[in-house]
Structures are given as structure tokens and as C-alpha cells.
């Protein structure tokens, strides 16, 4: 039994990579599903594999797919009203093909393209509190004396960063090769 | 179409701004009573919650990874201002052999070890090598097979490098490695610039973002400044190496320096905060020996010295001479 926080890197690193290929998949294969109701599926198949025990779990990906198959099928066959064509797609919802088992894990320099890429699209307060917090490792109130503003507020910008970086993590990276960035130096050689 | 998904409390984005709010409070410190009941019982509500909070969760916790991987170059936020700090050390504190708290271990899953402004922590590695991190100070440890990597992510750390030869040990500051062997060196980000301090043996300093720049050596009672206008080397005897790394040791020793710059230099280990606004106060001469971060019984000690009293304001400890009028 792993303690809560190794479960939850467990989490990030064997299960939150392919939420962008599960979205994908279930928008694709459920026409009924608008990205709303996406979001409720992947949620609660969420709940389901952090209940269930990790170790046990031999391909995460695989786990998650299935999961997020049953739940929609469920909630498909409790509904009263259902769409023709979403009955139809249940059964395509059977087929687990190839493309749950390919999948390419980022590399270090394009995940932190990525992460970069994403914070350029932070508004700037909310922006330097995250990187105060993530790359200088700042407490909340020491962002706060030097971003000079309250904690409470700090709290805030953290918040949104958060819920802005993981909206974007839904969707896979886009062209990651172009995510170069300018080296900033603060010093000179030679 | 009706909703297959059954109408839950809240929709897909709701429910995630409210898990991220309850995702960075809880990262940041316990949760007290009250908040824990509120989270459960937002948990209890609807099992989305709970998919939603440990995605926020893992990925909060994941972000830290990701930061991890970069080397410093990158950061677009430069550290807080840490004025004229190797000045502040020549005009103040000789220090004490003390030692405060022991040997810690480290989160090695993550590698990442921070202090706050009041602690200077000792750290014990795997090889046999310790690293002492001054206050308000962050370093990212990286080990592997064949090497030995530090990202010293700010402030100012200290190493003494246990021999082996088959794994360089590299500490890299904003994009300066330095390399060691079998050493004691340290490595502070300043204002001014990137400071290597050479206590014992030589290090090799190199560019990290040019590989083909020859390394410069730095060797005993030498240090090496990266600076915007370009680097220097400066030669310091003995007793300048030792001042310049005696933070180490825990302790502040006052001999006779000004009140105002002891205060200064008592102040970088504390939040609470040591202010003299009268001047005349500020250049009486003070001896005293206090343990790091203490600014309580500094001032309290001033105090006393100078027949002043401590008035508390927040998070600041005013020094003022008792006033003599009673028309005050």
C-alpha cells in the first residue's frame, strides 16, 4: 500500500499523461458527449482508479480507458431518452484498439516546453506567484511579501494558475518541437 | 440531449476551480479542523470531487517534477533582493562554532530541499557528501550513476564533497556549473551575480550553456564572481573564507559592530524583524552572541545594552531609547 503522496505520483506519472488521448477518444467515439460531459466522465473515472488499488493496476492506460468505457455505458443504459446513434456507439465503445496501447511519453525537455508554453497564457500576477511557488520554491507568504500583496490573495493566483495549467494539460501538446525558449543569463562569460 | 451524465453538483469546470483551490491549500500546509470537514464533506458530495481533487492534486505535486527538470537557466523571475551581502559580512560577524540541529534526510523522491528565512539546515547525501543550506535557500539534488548533480535553485549553499572520482560532483547555479572532485566550496546567488567560494581543493567553473569554454580554476581562499560585467576572481586570506561560509556554524558573534548593521545581519534569518529608527541608537557600538534567526532576544539584548525598550508591530521589533520627557 503506497501512502497518499507516492500514490499521487504514481497518479501523475502512470495516469494523468493520457487523459489527453483518453478525451479524445471518448469525444470521438460518443457523438452524444459535448466536452462538458466529458470532463464528468474522466472525473469520475478518476475517482474510481484512485480508489482502487494502484499496485494491482498493471497498465494504468489501459485501466483508465476501461473505466471511462463503463461509466459511459452505464450512464447510457440508466438514462431514459437515448439517441439512436449513441446506442450505436456504445458498441464501438467495446472495441479497444491499438491506439490505447501506443503511446509516447514526453521527454524532460518537451514536457518543460510544454509547461512553459502553457505559462505564457497565465495572466502576469497569477503567472510570477506560480513561478514563485514552483521554480523558487517561495512559501505563500513569502510570494506574498514579495509580490506585495496578501496571502489570501496569493492563494488565489495559485488557485487559477493551477486550474489554467491543468485545463490546458487536457489537450495533448501542441507542436512541441517549436517550444524553444530564450536562455536568460544574468551573468556574463568571459 | 439530455445529460448522460447524471446532473451532478456543479459542471465539469466548477468542480475543477473548486478542486484546485482545495489542491494548493492542502500542498501548502495542513488543513485545520474546520477546512478538513469542508473538503470531506465537498468529497462525500459527489465522487467527481474526488476525481477532480486528485487530479488537481497529482498534478500540483507533478508540477514540481517538471520544475525540477529545469536547470535554473530558464527561470524568468529573478530572486529577491539579498543586498551587499558579502559587505555585510566583512563589517559584521565573526561567528562561533555551534552547530544548531542535526543531520536531516531528504526527500528523495523529489530531490528538492528548501529553507525558510530563520533555518540553516545541514543535509547529508547518499555518497557521504553534506550540503549546508543557508536561509531562505533551495537546491535540487539529482543523483545518477556516473554524476552527481546540484541545481542550486536560490540562495546560497554549501558543500562538502565526499571523493570520487568515477562521479563528478557539478552544483549549477543559472547556468554556471561548477565541478568538484573532493572539495569544500560554495555557491550563493547574489544580487550582483554568481559567487563560488573555495574553502578546500579546486573546483572547475564553467559555462554551462557553452561546453567548449575552457573551465576556470578556482582554488583555496579563492573565490569566483559571475557577474553581469563579466566574471572576477578575488583572492581572500583565510579569515575572509571562513567569515564569508560561517553561517554554517549557526551562530552570530558581535564584536563591537554598529547596532544598525547587527540588526541588518540578524534580520536575514528572521521574519520578525529588527527596526532602529534613531539613528544615533543605529551607530552605537554592540557585542553580543545569538543564535541564528533570534531576533527576539537580539533586540531584547539591545535593549538592555542601551537602556531601550522593544515595542512589538506586526512583525517588527522596534528599538527605541527610553524617552526621558515625561511630556511623551
Not at chain 2, 70 to 89: C, I, K, L, V
Request: aromatic share 6%.
Amino acid at each position: 500500500m503506497m501512502d497518499r503522496q507516492a500514490q499521487l505520483r504514481w497518479f501523475a506519472r502512470e495516469v494523468l499523461p493520457h487523459e489527453p488521448d483518453l478525451r479524445k477518444w471518448l469525444g470521438g467515439r460518443v457523438r452524444g458527449l459535448s466536452s462538458c460531459d466529458v470532463d464528468e466522465v474522466v472525473q469520475e473515472a478518476y475517482a474510481r482508479l484512485w480508489v482502487a488499488e494502484a499496485d494491482a493496476i498493471r497498465s494504468p492506460r489501459a485501466y483508465l480507458f476501461v473505466t471511462a468505457r463503463h461509466i459511459v455505458g452505464e450512464h447510457i443504459r440508466r438514462s431514459r431518452i437515448v439517441a439512436i446513434d449513441l446506442v450505436a456507439d456504445l458498441d464501438t465503445l467495446n472495441i479497444i484498439d491499438e491506439e490505447i496501447s501506443v503511446h509516447r511519453r514526453l521527454s524532460a525537455q518537451e514536457e518543460l516546453a510544454r509547461l512553459y508554453e502553457i505559462l505564457q497564457t497565465l495572466p502576469p500576477k497569477c503567472r510570477q506567484a506560480f513561478e514563485l511557488k514552483k521554480f523558487q520554491d517561495f512559501s505563500q507568504r513569502r510570494i506574498a511579501e514579495h509580490m506585495g500583496i496578501a496571502e489570501s490573495t496569493v492563494e488565489k493566483h495559485l488557485s487559477k494558475a493551477l486550474r489554467l495549467v491543468s485545463e490546458a494539460m487536457k489537450q495533448a501538446p501542441s507542436g512541441a518541437e517549436d517550444g524553444r525558449h530564450r536562455e536568460r543569463r544574468f551573468w556574463k562569460w568571459g | 440531449m439530455e445529460d448522460i451524465v447524471s446532473a451532478g453538483s456543479g459542471n465539469g469546470a466548477e468542480i475543477d476551480a473548486r478542486a484546485s483551490a482545495w489542491a494548493v491549500r492542502s500542498a501548502e500546509r495542513p488543513l485545520d479542523p474546520v477546512e478538513q470537514c469542508e473538503l470531506d464533506a465537498w468529497l462525500e458530495e459527489d465522487s467527481r470531487h474526488l476525481g477532480a481533487f486528485v487530479r488537481a492534486e497529482a498534478l500540483w505535486l507533478d508540477i514540481d517534477r517538471i520544475a525540477a527538470l529545469d536547470s535554473g537557466t530558464r527561470r524568468e523571475t529573478p530572486p529577491p533582493a539579498r543586498q551587499h551581502r558579502w559587505q555585510s559580512y566583512a563589517m559584521a560577524a565573526s561567528i562561533a562554532v555551534a552547530m544548531v540541529g542535526g543531520m536531516i534526510a531528504y526527500d528523495r523522491l523529489a530531490g528538492r530541499i528548501a529553507t525558510e528565512r530563520s533555518e540553516v539546515r545541514r543535509i547529508a547525501l547518499d555518497d557521504g557528501s553534506v550540503v549546508t543550506l543557508n536561509g531562505d535557500s533551495a537546491i535540487q539534488v539529482r543523483y545518477s550513476a556516473d554524476s552527481r548533480q546540484i541545481i542550486l535553485r536560490r540562495g546560497e549553499a554549501s558543500f562538502k564533497v565526499a571523493h570520487n572520482a568515477q562521479r563528478p560532483f557539478v552544483v549549477s547555479a543559472d547556468g554556471l556549473k561548477v565541478r568538484a572532485v573532493g572539495t569544500e566550496f560554495a555557491v550563493g546567488i547574489e544580487e550582483s551575480g554568481i559567487e563560488v567560494t573555495v574553502e578546500e581543493g579546486v573546483v572547475a567553473v564553467g559555462d554551462g550553456a557553452n561546453a567548449s569554454a575552457q573551465p576556470r580554476y578556482i582554488r583555496r581562499n579563492e573565490q569566483f564572481v559571475a557577474a553581469e560585467t563579466g566574471p572576477r576572481k578575488v583572492v581572500l586570506d583565510a579569515a575572509d573564507v571562513e567569515r564569508r561560509t560561517a553561517w554554517r556554524k549557526g551562530l552570530l558573534v558581535f564584536d563591537g559592530q554598529q547596532l544598525g548593521a547587527a540588526a541588518a545581519e540578524v534580520n536575514r534569518y528572521s521574519d520578525l524583524r529588527v527596526v532602529i529608527e534613531d539613528p544615533t541608537l543605529a551607530r552605537a557600538e554592540f557585542m553580543g552572541i545569538f543564535k541564528l534567526g533570534d531576533a527576539r532576544a537580539f533586540a531584547g539584548a539591545a535593549a538592555r545594552a542601551f537602556n531601550g525598550e522593544v515595542i512589538r508591530r506586526g512583525d517588527e521589533l522596534i528599538l527605541v531609547r527610553q524617552q526621558n520627557s515625561p511630556s511623551h
